[in-house]
């Protein structure tokens, strides 16, 4: 039957032809407190109304008016949802889980009485708990952030209300880093030390999880953790060597070296080996500002250092390299906004003795021998088979031997594999490599590590038959020969001595041989003349 409106109340009305055998009419109705599921479909049955009597009695007109009463229709004594595809009921998002409409009763010759009909909506776990935001999480953390300190949270919502328990996914990258200790909290404690400097960002999967509810809904958030440069570091000296120690890698500082001349001041600052003296905050993130000075000691004073750049000048010249072939130098890099954070290390200033000359060797070239043989090594020789031993003279030096130089083939040759030259000037060859009759020219060079001067000489080589000897001196030979020199003279008188001293021996040996056979002789002559079976002839 078709509800005819009531335009003074906005309602959805009902005209019901009800008895009343005892009368009472609108006065059998009551407030009615219901309840209905969300999500119920369209024609669920919210409330029944009661039975007034017997049919055949007076008419009553019923209403629903209020402001939730679009929600309802009457359909006979039955108060029923009225959804639709495009519009459900859906307790979140109603104002208020409560519906209350008013039930107006109109009866022929009385006034219209109304009701209360007061419907709660139930809930239903239909949301699945969400974290609010982009799906990847970002906090930022500092490195200096205790262990066991709630370093961030996450929280979750979830429409329904329903109480949500946070964990760590342990298969995420670094969840060993982090933990939660109460899981409703969503507070994330940190598990284990940051470090910037090997780990500048962390990841970690959250998830938020129903625990009243038997569907167990959950979601998860992927962290992103940032971590932020604390000043935890001190200054490291450039370039510095990296090393393992117990688990950490600590930057072992360089010495630095430079050379000056004594009794000679340069202009401008010392020039240092393998760079200049340089260092850094440790904290890559912060880069402190660096402030450099020299460890006062007895020759500090004759020093100066940029305290901004770290740049070393002599104010003093060195008076003697044999007094003070070096001086060492205790150098420090602070941090300029702590003090307390600083790093040592040492400059090593080389004297050097001045040079006039550079090394040179006596000849242009050498030649030397070599016989192929069977074992590994074998010495390069000269004329006569004597030892080919290359020295580079420089008269700087007393007697013109220079400590400071260094042989080598020139780089770049082509027989470094057979060829190697000591670093005293001798050259091995691999005479098991080489064949008899071939020929090589070496290249050979002489540096004086203190100054970089350098000088050449050329070996030709020539390799010999196994066993064969070294030829002569080609210089030696022939008839004509100059005065002997000092050397030549000193070798023959010790020869003649040698073999004078060797006649006499051998003279004085043959006398006292002699003199023992004659004695034993006459002993025995003797012994014949006593004995009583000999006679003599007649």
Same mark, same amino acid.
């Given at each position: 039957?078709?509800?005819?409106?009531?335009?003074?109340?906005?309602?959805?009305?009902?005209?019901?032809?009800?008895?009343?055998?005892?009368?009472?009419?609108?006065?059998?109705?009551?407030?009615?407190?219901?309840?209905?599921?969300?999500?119920?479909?369209?024609?669920?049955?919210?409330?029944?109304?009661?039975?007034?009597?017997?049919?055949?009695?007076?008419?009553?007109?019923?209403?629903?008016?209020?402001?939730?009463?679009?929600?309802?229709?009457?359909?006979?004594?039955?108060?029923?949802?009225?959804?639709?595809?495009?519009?459900?009921?859906?307790?979140?998002?109603?104002?208020?889980?409560?519906?209350?409409?008013?039930?107006?009763?109109?009866?022929?010759?009385?006034?219209?009485?109304?009701?209360?009909?007061?419907?709660?909506?139930?809930?239903?776990?239909?949301?699945?708990?969400?974290?609010?935001?982009?799906?990847?999480?970002?906090?930022?953390?500092?490195?200096?952030?205790?262990?066991?300190?709630?370093?961030?949270?996450?929280?979750?919502?979830?429409?329904?209300?329903?109480?949500?328990?946070?964990?760590?996914?342990?298969?995420?990258?670094?969840?060993?880093?982090?933990?939660?200790?109460?899981?409703?909290?969503?507070?994330?404690?940190?598990?284990?030390?940051?470090?910037?400097?090997?780990?500048?960002?962390?990841?970690?999967?959250?998830?938020?999880?129903?625990?009243?509810?038997?569907?167990?809904?959950?979601?998860?958030?992927?962290?992103?953790?940032?971590?932020?440069?604390?000043?935890?570091?001190?200054?490291?000296?450039?370039?510095?060597?990296?090393?393992?120690?117990?688990?950490?890698?600590?930057?072992?500082?360089?010495?630095?070296?430079?050379?000056?001349?004594?009794?000679?001041?340069?202009?401008?600052?010392?020039?240092?080996?393998?760079?200049?003296?340089?260092?850094?905050?440790?904290?890559?993130?912060?880069?402190?500002?660096?402030?450099?000075?020299?460890?006062?000691?007895?020759?500090?004073?004759?020093?100066?250092?940029?305290?901004?750049?770290?740049?070393?000048?002599?104010?003093?010249?060195?008076?003697?390299?044999?007094?003070?072939?070096?001086?060492?130098?205790?150098?420090?890099?602070?941090?300029?906004?702590?003090?307390?954070?600083?790093?040592?290390?040492?400059?090593?200033?080389?004297?050097?003795?001045?040079?006039?000359?550079?090394?040179?060797?006596?000849?242009?070239?050498?030649?030397?021998? /070599?016989? %192929?043989?069977?074992?590994? @090594?074998? *010495? !390069? +020789? =000269?004329?006569? $088979?004597?030892?080919?031993?290359? #020295? &580079?003279?420089?008269?700087?030096?007393?007697?013109?031997?220079?400590?400071?130089?260094?042989?080598?083939?020139?780089?770049?040759?082509?027989?470094?594999?057979?060829?190697?030259?000591?670093?005293?000037?001798?050259?091995?060859?691999?005479?098991?490599?080489?064949?008899?009759?071939?020929?090589?020219?070496?290249?050979?060079?002489?540096?004086?590590?203190?100054?970089?001067?350098?000088?050449?000489?050329?070996?030709?080589?020539?390799?010999?038959?196994?066993?064969?000897?070294?030829?002569?001196?080609?210089?030696?030979?022939?008839?004509?020969?100059?005065?002997?020199?000092?050397? /030549?003279? %000193?070798?023959?008188?010790? @020869?003649? *001595? !040698? +073999? =004078?001293?060797? $006649?006499?021996?051998?003279?004085? #040996? &043959?006398?006292?041989?002699?003199?023992?056979?004659?004695?034993?002789?006459?002993?025995?002559?003797?012994?014949?003349?006593?004995?009583?079976?000999?006679?003599?002839?007649?």
């Amino acid at each position: 039957m078709a509800a005819p409106s009531c335009p003074a109340l906005l309602a959805t009305c009902l005209v019901l032809q009800l008895a009343t055998a005892r009368g009472d009419g609108c006065s059998g109705f009551g407030n009615l407190f219901t309840e209905i599921a969300e999500n119920s479909a369209h024609g669920s049955l919210v409330a029944r109304l009661p039975a007034a009597g017997d049919a055949g009695g007076a008419g009553l007109q019923l209403c629903l008016a209020g402001a939730d009463a679009a929600w309802f229709y009457l359909d006979g004594r039955s108060v029923r949802l009225n959804v639709s595809a495009g519009r459900a009921l859906d307790r979140e998002e109603l104002e208020s889980p409560v519906l209350m409409v008013a039930l107006t009763c109109a009866e022929d010759g009385f006034s219209p009485v109304e009701y209360r009909i007061i419907v709660q909506v139930l809930n239903e776990n239909d949301n699945r708990p969400h974290f609010q935001g982009a799906t990847v999480l970002t906090h930022n953390v500092s490195e200096l952030a205790a262990v066991h300190s709630v370093v961030f949270s996450t929280q979750a919502e979830d429409a329904d209300g329903d109480t949500l328990m946070y964990v760590i996914d342990t298969a995420s990258p670094d969840a060993r880093f982090f933990r939660i200790d109460l899981p409703n909290s969503g507070k994330v404690v940190l598990a284990r030390a940051l470090d910037f400097e090997s780990r500048q960002q962390l990841e970690v999967v959250v998830t938020a999880v129903e625990m009243n509810t038997k569907e167990r809904f959950n979601a998860s958030a992927r962290v992103r953790v940032n971590v932020l440069d604390g000043d935890d570091q001190y200054p490291q000296f450039l370039p510095c060597t990296p090393r393992a120690h117990h688990g950490l890698t600590v930057c072992t500082s360089p010495v630095y070296t430079a050379n000056v001349t004594e009794g000679q001041l340069q202009g401008g600052p010392l020039s240092f080996s393998p760079g200049s003296v340089y260092a850094e905050d440790g904290d890559r993130g912060l880069r402190a500002a660096i402030t450099y000075s020299l460890l006062a000691d007895q020759e500090s004073g004759r020093f100066h250092i940029d305290n901004v750049t770290g740049a070393i000048t002599l104010l003093r010249a060195v008076e003697s390299s044999r007094s003070t072939p070096a001086i060492s130098l205790g150098v420090v890099a602070s941090q300029v906004n702590d003090a307390n954070k600083y790093a040592v290390t040492q400059a090593v200033v080389r004297v050097l003795a001045a040079n006039r000359h550079p090394p040179r060797f006596a000849r242009p070239t050498y030649r030397a021998f /070599v016989p %192929a043989a069977a074992r590994e @090594a074998a *010495l !390069l +020789l =000269t004329f006569g $088979g004597h030892v080919l031993a290359l #020295r &580079a003279h420089d008269p700087d030096f007393p007697e013109g031997v220079n400590p400071q130089v260094r042989y080598s083939l020139r780089p770049g040759a082509n027989h470094s594999q057979l060829f190697q030259v000591m670093p005293n000037g001798l050259v091995v060859a691999r005479a098991d490599r080489l064949r008899p009759s071939q020929a090589y020219r070496l290249q050979v060079l002489a540096r004086d590590e203190e100054s970089g001067e350098t000088a050449n000489t050329t070996v030709e080589l020539e390799v010999l038959w196994p066993g064969q000897a070294a030829p002569r001196d080609p210089s030696e030979a022939g008839p004509a020969r100059g005065p002997p020199s000092p050397g /030549v003279l %000193a070798g023959a008188l010790g @020869a003649l *001595l !040698l +073999l =004078t001293a060797a $006649g006499l021996f051998l003279g004085v #040996r &043959a006398m006292k041989q002699r003199q023992r056979q004659q004695q034993t002789a006459d002993r025995a002559a003797l012994a014949i003349e006593k004995h009583p079976n000999v006679r003599g002839e007649i």
